[in-house]
């Protein structure tokens, strides 16, 4: 539970019905936001949230503009005008360049880079001076493991979204930072058995994490005590190694 006050702020989380996402809204809605809880598919995940945070679930594709342009609407006409975004949606396909696709491509980048790039578009016209924009990336942009170039190459766009637009927003007294998690006990790390088996001996703690380890550091991030911190990518891994 984050022990910094948000109360006051409005928040869209994007891909916020399991994981990451669905800790990073309880997380803000404990310290008080107002949160959107976005999904495209899992309408009875993001609805049980809802019902116990007071947020509202709101259905859109982010690779789909009209869908994200539809998100923030609906935020501002129920909850008023957004102070956060939180860039969580994502999707994983790991596969080495030589037999990779281009559906395996367009598909991971239309979520991960597309997606999040037009979210902060969004963003950047209609959310309040002195709010925050922070983004989900991976600590896998550092290790560059084999068969990850179309995952980490999406990442790495969003880490490059992130230095330029707080140059931009910086004006207005928005922050805009990335947040790499390490290995974390998702849905989506659960797809690759080898990882899951090797993740906790790569931590010098000794364990996976959690994703309210991640969601913590978000939190922090769009409180005001963090205020001075814009343009980074916060590794929250562990201690894990990336090399």
Known sequence: MSSHSLLGKTAI???????????????????????????????ADAESLAAETGGLAVQA??????????????AESTLGPV?????NAGVANFQPVAPSTEEQFDQVFSV?????????????????NGGRIVSISTGATVSSPAGGA???????????FTRVLAREL???G??????????TDTDMLNQF???????????????????????????????????????????????????
């Not at 916020?16 to 899992?42: C, D, E, F, K, Q």
């Not at 102070?83 to 860039?87: G, H, K, V």
């Open 13 to 43: 989380v994007t891909g916020a019905s399991r994981g990451i996402g669905r800790a990073i809204a309880s997380s803000l809605a404990s310290a008080g936001a107002r949160v959107v809880i976005n999904y495209t598919r899992s309408a």
């Open 61 to 74: 594709d982010v690779s789909v503009v009209a869908d994200i342009r539809r998100l923030f609407d609906t």
């Open 83 to 87: 102070d956060f975004l939180i860039n």
């Open 112 to 128: 991960n880079a597309r997606g999040t790039y037009f979210c902060c578009r969004e963003a950047a016209l209609r959310l309040r």
């Open 150 to 160: 179309i995952y980490c190459g999406s990442k790495a766009a969003i880490e490059q």
């Open 170 to 172: 910086g004006p207005r």
């Open 174 to 183: 928005i922050t805009v930072n990335t947040v790499s998690p390490g290995f």
């Open 193 to 243: 058995p080898p990882l899951v088996a090797m993740a906790a001996g790569m931590s010098p703690l000794g364990r996976v994490g959690q994703p309210a380890d991640v969601a913590e550091v978000v939190a922090w991030l769009c409180s005001e005590e963090a205020r001075w911190i814009t343009g980074q990518n916060v590794q929250a891994g562990g201690g894990a190694s990336m090399v």
